[in-house]
C-alpha cells in the first residue's frame, strides 16, 4: 500500500466528493458512462492532430517540402512522438498518483493534454515564424503523449470488476466506444469547416477551431472522470489494492513477460487503426477518388460502423470467450489485407468500401483489445500493468502506421499495406497461442 492512501488535493475533486454527499452508490451505468466521455475526449484530442496531420500540417508547417506526399511524410514523421512520450507520461505520474493522488495526476494530465491540443490552434505557420513552427508542434505533440500517460485512470478496470463473470466481454468492450465517438466528433468538425469555406480561408483560421474546442471537452471529461474517482466504491477498490498504482520495476519483476506478451495480443487491431482513421484520408487527399469533404463524411459513417462492431465485440466475447473472438478478429484482419490495397485504390465507391468493412472488422477486434491487455495482470499489479502494456502495445502497433504505410505506398505501391496488416495478425495468432501454451503450463 502507497504511504499516502488516496490523498485529495485537487479542488475539482473535493467538488466531485460532494456529489456523493447523498449516500447514493456509485451504479455501473455512471462508471460506464464517465469511462466512455474519458476515452472520447483522448481519442479526440489524438485524432484532431492526425487529421491535422493531412489536411493542415504539409501547407502550413512544411510548406517547403518538395511535394505534397513529401509533405505529408513529414508531418507524419511528428505523428509518433506522443507515443514515444506517453511511457514516460505514466511512468511520472504513476509517482504523483502514489503521493499527491489520483485527482490531482488526472488534473495534472488532463490540463496539459487539453492545453497542448488547443495550444496547436494558436500555431503560427512556417511562413511566419520558420523552424520554430516545426519545434512548438513537435512539443506540443509530445504533451499529449506525455498527458495521455497520465490520463490512465483505472476506471475501466473498476469497470471489469464490476462485471458479472458471464458478461466481462461485454464491461471490456465498453471503454472502447470511445474511439469511434472521437473519431466521429473530430471528423464532423474537419468536415463542417472543409465543406463550408474555402481552401484559402480554411489553412487562414477554419481548421483552429476543432483544435480549440478540445480544451472544452477536456474539462467536462475531467469533472466527469473525478466524479468517479471521488466515489466510495473507488475508493473501496484502492484499499483492495485493485487499483493502487505500483512502482513499474515492481511490477515488471513479477510481470514482465506479460507485458511482452499483452504488448502483441492486441497487434493486429493496433496496426489497422491507423490504416483505416488516418492512413486512408491522406491517399485520398494526394492519389484522388473522392474530395477530402466527401471523404471525411464517409469515415463519420465508418465510425458508426465501428461502434456497432465494438458492441458485437462484448457479445461474441460472452460466448465464445476473448481469446477466440480476437484470434477470429485476427484472422479476418489477415483475410482483409488482401482485398483492402485494391479497394482503396479503386475510387470513390471501393474507398468507402474500405471504411465501412474496415471499420467493422476494427470494432469487432478493438472492442476487446483492452481486456487482453490488462487479464493477465494479478490483482495488486492490474492498474500499472495495464497501463504500460497499453503504452507499449500503442507504439508498436500504431504509432508509426501512418508514417509506414504512406511511405511504403508511395514509394513501391498500394499494395504494400496488405503486407503490413498481415504482418500484425500474424503477431496477434501467434501471441494468443504463447499465451494459451503458457496458460496450460
Given at each position: 500500500m502507497s504511504s499516502v492512501a488516496n490523498p485529495t488535493s485537487s479542488g475539482l475533486e473535493r467538488d466531485a466528493r460532494r456529489m456523493h454527499a447523498d449516500g447514493k452508490p456509485l451504479s455501473p451505468g455512471s462508471v460506464a458512462i464517465g469511462v466512455v466521455i474519458g476515452r472520447t475526449s483522448e481519442f479526440f484530442d489524438f485524432f484532431v492532430y492526425g487529421l491535422g496531420s493531412i489536411l493542415?500540417?504539409?501547407?502550413?508547417?512544411?510548406?517547403?517540402?518538395?511535394?505534397?506526399?513529401?509533405?505529408?511524410?513529414?508531418?507524419?514523421?511528428?505523428?509518433?512522438?506522443?507515443?514515444?512520450?506517453r511511457p514516460v507520461g505514466s511512468f511520472i505520474f504513476m509517482w504523483i498518483d502514489r503521493n499527491y493522488g489520483r485527482g490531482t495526476k488526472l488534473t495534472?494530465?488532463?490540463?496539459?493534454?487539453?492545453?497542448?491540443?488547443?495550444?496547436?490552434?494558436?500555431?503560427?505557420?512556417?511562413?511566419?515564424?520558420?523552424?520554430?513552427?516545426?519545434?512548438?508542434?513537435?512539443?506540443?505533440?509530445?504533451?499529449?503523449?506525455?498527458?495521455l500517460g497520465g490520463a490512465w485512470d483505472g476506471l475501466a478496470s473498476l469497470l471489469s470488476l464490476s462485471a458479472p463473470p458471464n458478461h466481462r466481454g461485454w464491461y471490456a468492450m465498453i471503454p472502447q466506444l470511445g474511439a469511434p465517438f472521437g473519431f466521429a466528433l473530430?471528423?464532423?468538425?474537419?468536415?463542417?469547416?472543409?465543406?463550408?469555406?474555402?481552401?484559402?480561408?480554411?489553412l487562414a483560421w477554419g481548421w483552429r477551431y476543432p483544435f480549440f474546442v478540445a480544451f472544452a471537452i477536456n474539462v467536462v471529461a475531467l469533472f466527469a472522470r473525478l466524479r468517479?474517482?471521488?466515489?466510495?466504491?473507488?475508493?473501496?477498490?484502492?484499499?483492495?489494492?485493485?487499483?493502487?498504482?505500483?512502482?513499474?520495476?515492481?511490477?515488471?519483476?513479477?510481470?514482465?513477460?506479460?507485458?511482452?506478451?499483452?504488448?502483441?495480443?492486441p497487434l493486429a487491431s493496433f496496426a489497422m487503426f491507423h490504416l483505416v482513421t488516418i492512413f486512408p484520408l491522406s491517399w485520398v487527399t494526394l492519389k484522388g477518388g473522392q474530395s477530402a469533404a466527401e471523404f471525411l463524411w464517409v469515415q463519420v459513417a465508418g465510425a458508426g460502423v465501428g461502434a456497432i462492431g465494438i458492441v458485437l465485440s462484448g457479445i461474441l466475447a460472452d460466448r465464445i470467450g476473448r481469446r477466440n473472438q480476437l484470434m477470429a478478429g485476427a484472422i479476418l484482419i489477415a483475410i482483409f489485407s488482401f482485398s483492402a490495397p485494391f479497394l482503396l485504390d479503386a475510387g470513390g465507391k471501393g474507398q468507402d468500401a474500405?471504411?465501412?468493412?474496415?471499420?467493422?472488422?476494427?470494432?469487432?477486434?478493438?472492442?476487446?483489445?483492452?481486456?487482453?491487455?490488462?487479464?493477465?495482470?494479478?490483482?495488486?499489479?492490474?492498474?500499472?500493468?495495464?497501463?504500460?502494456?497499453?503504452?507499449?502495445?500503442?507504439?508498436?502497433?500504431?504509432?508509426?502506421?501512418?508514417?509506414?504505410?504512406?511511405?511504403?505506398?508511395?514509394?513501391?505501391?498500394?499494395?504494400?499495406?496488405?503486407?503490413?496488416l498481415i504482418s500484425g495478425a500474424i503477431c496477434t495468432i501467434a501471441a494468443l497461442t504463447l499465451t494459451r501454451v503458457l496458460d496450460q503450463h
Open positions: 493542415v500540417f504539409p501547407k502550413l508547417i512544411f510548406p517547403f517540402a518538395p511535394s505534397a506526399v513529401a509533405g505529408t511524410l513529414m508531418a507524419f514523421a511528428l505523428f509518433p512522438l506522443a507515443f514515444l512520450a495534472v494530465a488532463l490540463v496539459i493534454l487539453g492545453g497542448s491540443t488547443a495550444s496547436i490552434a494558436f500555431l503560427p505557420g512556417y511562413e511566419t515564424i520558420g523552424y520554430w513552427a516545426v519545434a512548438l508542434l513537435a512539443l506540443f505533440r509530445l504533451g499529449q503523449g506525455f498527458a473530430a471528423s464532423i468538425l474537419f468536415g463542417y469547416f472543409v465543406s463550408n469555406l474555402s481552401e484559402a480561408d480554411f468517479i474517482v471521488a466515489s466510495k466504491e473507488f475508493g473501496a477498490a484502492m484499499e483492495a489494492q485493485e487499483l493502487e498504482p505500483r512502482p513499474i520495476f515492481e511490477m515488471l519483476s513479477k510481470h514482465a513477460i506479460d507485458v511482452v506478451l499483452g504488448a502483441f495480443v474500405y471504411i465501412l468493412i474496415g471499420f467493422f472488422i476494427l470494432g469487432l477486434t478493438f472492442g476487446q483489445s483492452s481486456g487482453a491487455v490488462s487479464s493477465r495482470f494479478t490483482q495488486p499489479y492490474r492498474y500499472t500493468g495495464a497501463a504500460l502494456t497499453s503504452d507499449l502495445a500503442w507504439l508498436v502497433g500504431a504509432a508509426f502506421a501512418p508514417l509506414v504505410a504512406l511511405g511504403l505506398a508511395s514509394s513501391f505501391g498500394i499494395i504494400f499495406i496488405g503486407g503490413y
